[in-house]
């Protein structure tokens, strides 16, 4: 599933972005929220890695689709 998410998020990498229209950057957010959740439960296990890594990963996700 992981990997699956991955693959496609790669894919549509530029299609998704804030200049892009009101639905495109709700399906780009939701796919910044989607990511920070597996990074989440992949770092389970260490509770203050599983949130610095997923913050860090919605704060630079939503940074990149504002500038995208």
């Not at 200049?19 to 992949?42: C, D, M």
């Amino acid at each position: 599933m992981r990997l699956a998410w991955f693959a496609w998020l790669l894919r549509h990498f530029t299609e998704y972005g804030y200049s892009q229209g009101l639905l495109r950057a709700a399906i780009g957010t939701a796919a910044v929220l989607v990511t920070s959740a597996l990074v989440w439960f992949a770092l389970h296990r260490n509770r203050p890695a599983a949130v610095a890594a997923a913050g860090l990963t919605s704060a630079l996700g939503i940074g990149w689709l504002a500038f995208h």
